[in-house]
């Protein structure tokens, strides 16, 4: 005989209805810790004693692993969910929607805030006592749970919907809300888990084009005409990382970065088709950029930068680096003399290669880094990095790591940082 009231079997069947009934959210319920519960909550109804202990730690275990509580689970599905009214309302505003399509989010978010305040401790006492069990079960708690996002602390959330859509708005949905970072992999975009964290108070000297490029960005997520550019330069004077730096920035402003490697320009036309619909902001980033002879990914850069028949897609922008001012390369033996007859306007080709960096609205150049320009990118990162050495002791080893090393550059001047600091921490222990 079951250990559950009728009043507890009446509100795991509530619960269980609750779930069916959702209308455009369901897959917030399809991953493993959802799945969980609700199998759970089956057995639970079906007075099925072992199968229930068995999905009550099924589902202790998943929101373990994820580090989640039960509310936070709900709340962070809410906000990646990729549905109809997920995906319309990033483009136009709640009152040019179907009545019926708000209708049903208000609907789904009064069922999922119902099940959210479904307690774990509340689930753990039903297994309990259908079990009858001898010692209480544990209960997956977080005392120090971070907060929920403020649209899901209000009393309401079907009523206060219009805070959740400006989440949708700013963050996206699906995958381009679990990720800032991206990169072209195996025909696809794929997420960047773990992606570099450099910030843009970390970077020193080259205050022009770094002010520029900012400027730049701005007008980007402004919605306002950005141009694409091209970041031109000596190696290690950290273009790459400025344009990385960007989407640390004003990631939670839209902004996203897609890395593309030389090997795949070709899929350029490819991935502006797959984003230039959505709301948030992207710059597609070519590192070490530079073409040889003939190069076809020459012709796939050249239709973004340029234009074809499609219409330039208004949410992003290319960023490039290269060490070249000239980027597709070009040789002595190029040069068209009066007695070739190859090519009738063969100048015309040599200067399509010169000029292509042109195409880019903005070159920023980044000179080589003098002894000044290096000794205070050194100084900068060493009060970042807390390092409290004299003036003169840390100028004299900086100097010294760059003649033994790689030159003065903002490169050579974050390598002697990161070791310095290494070697001060093991000299202290």
Request: with cysteine.
């Amino acid at each position: 005989m079951s250990g559950l009231t009728t009043e507890v079997l009446t509100q795991i069947n509530c619960y269980r209805q609750q779930a069916a009934a959702l209308l455009l959210y369901q897959a917030v319920l399809q991953q493993p810790i959802g799945q969980h519960f609700l199998q759970l909550l089956e057995h639970l109804a079906s007075n099925e004693a072992e199968q229930s202990l068995r999905a009550y730690g099924a589902w202790f275990a998943a929101l373990a692993a994820q580090d989640l509580t039960w509310p936070q689970y709900l709340v962070r599905q809410i906000q990646r969910d990729d549905n109809p009214f997920t995906r319309q309302v990033q483009q136009l505003t709640l009152a040019s929607l179907s009545p019926a399509l708000v209708a049903a989010a208000q609907h789904d978010l009064r069922i999922l805030q119902a099940l959210s305040s479904c307690s774990t401790q509340a689930v753990a006492q039903w297994t309990e006592r259908l079990c009858h069990l001898p010692r209480p079960l544990v209960v997956w708690e977080k005392p120090q749970a971070e907060a929920l996002p403020a649209w899901a602390r209000l009393m309401d959330w079907d009523t206060e919907i219009n805070a959740l859509t400006q989440q949708y708005r700013q963050r996206g949905t699906g995958l381009f809300a679990d990720f800032y970072v991206w990169r072209w992999q195996s025909g696809q975009l794929e997420g960047v888990a773990y992606p570099d964290p450099i910030r843009l108070d970390e970077l020193a000297a080259y205050d022009q084009p770094r002010a520029t490029l900012i400027r730049n960005t701005e007008f980007l997520l402004a919605g306002q005409p950005a141009l694409h550019v091209l970041l031109y330069g000596s190696r290690g004077s950290g273009k790459s990382s400025l344009v990385k730096a960007l989407v640390n920035e004003y990631g939670d402003r839209g902004l996203r970065l897609i890395e593309v490697t030389k090997a795949h320009l070709q899929a350029l036309p490819t991935i502006v088709e797959q984003v230039r619909s959505l709301p948030q902001k992207f710059i597609l980033f070519v590192d070490d950029l530079s073409f040889e002879e003939d190069d076809e990914s020459f012709k796939a850069l050249k239709v973004v930068l340029e234009g074809s028949v499609t219409a330039r897609a208004q949410n992003l922008v290319i960023y490039a680096t290269s060490n070249r001012r000239h980027l597709v390369r070009e040789f002595f033996g190029d040069r068209p003399r009066p007695h070739e007859a190859d090519e009738v306007h063969h100048w015309d080709t040599v200067q399509e290669k010169l000029s292509f960096s042109d195409r880019f609205g903005l070159t920023l150049t980044f000179e080589p880094a003098d002894q000044p320009t290096y000794l205070a990118i050194v100084q900068h990162l060493a009060e970042q990095a807390n390092l409290n050495l004299p003036a003169d002791i840390l100028t004299a080893k900086a100097l010294q790591w760059a003649t033994r090393h790689n030159g003065r550059s903002g490169r050579t001047a974050r390598q002697f940082i990161d070791f310095l600091k290494a070697e001060l921490a093991l000299a202290a222990e």
